[in-house]
């Protein structure tokens, strides 16, 4: 199947789609977008996706799929190996509330949109949108720590030793934390998990400065 992606090097969803991708084995024709730029916005791709959001997949036949995590979803009913869902129904509950902990909770409040209208409509500046993104991630990030720290479930990664949706969410909140300059070492629960998922190619392709429209070091 020939496979599109629309997305942009530093967009988390971006990043968490692309991991899941790699970890399926499919290959993908990459379509960037300056989101600072507008480049969303642009009447082509609103008539893929009304939203104006990414990432986007597009599939062989034109059909666009939009929203990272209905995306994964898709691709695992339809690509089942590896599996990114335990097969136990309770395991299954655990690894989506892991992963909705980080999608729903922090990337909603701190994406792109959100944090430049605080800027348009309140005037905060720089510092404060900064502090406004670090205060809803340790939110999560605190009890999540000690979420995983605690379960008897969390091995190597979140859920056991193979990663799942919730190391794909993760691995891709850590990355957007380094702009802001978020110290992984408060939370040694989830750098260790962290560290597991980079050492896998999978995760270490996907990482936002890998990507082709990432800006490249002088």
């Known amino acids: 199947m020939s496979l599109v992606l629309h997305n942009f090097f530093r967009s988390s969803t971006s990043t968490r789609l692309r991991i899941a991708l790699n970890l399926k084995g499919l290959e993908y024709d990459y379509v960037p977008y ?7 916005r642009a009447p082509e791709y609103l008539a893929r996706n009304p939203q104006g959001l990414v990432p986007s997949l597009e ?4 059909t666009c799929l939009t929203q990272s995590l209905a995306i994964i979803e ?3 009913e339809s690509y089942r190996e590896p599996p990114l ?3 136990d129904p309770l ?6 509330a892991l992963a909705y902990m980080v999608a729903c909770e922090i990337h909603p409040l701190n994406n792109l949109r959100v944090l430049g209208r605080l800027g348009e409509q309140f005037q905060a500046d720089d510092e404060a949108v900064a502090s406004w993104f670090r205060h809803w991630v340790a939110t999560t990030f605190e009890p999540l720590e000690k979420m995983l720290a605690s379960h008897p479930s969390t091995g190597r990664f979140c859920h056991g ?3 799942t949706l919730a190391d794909l969410c993760l691995y891709a909140q850590v990355h957007n934390n380094r702009r802001f300059n978020i110290d992984i070492a408060d939370y ?6 962290f560290d597991a998922c980079d050492a896998l190619p999978a995760f270490a392709d996907a990482a936002p400065m890998r990507q082709p429209d ?3 070091a002088a």
């Open 74 to 76: 898709w691709l695992e």
């Open 188 to 193: 040694p629960t989830i750098a260790r998990i």
């Open 34 to 40: 300056v989101l600072r730029n507008g480049e969303q």
């Open 214 to 216: 990432a800006p490249k």
């Open 59 to 62: 599939l062989a036949d034109g």
């Open 91 to 96: 395991d299954r509950a655990r690894v989506r």
């Open 85 to 87: 869902l335990p097969a």
């Open 161 to 163: 030793d193979t990663p």
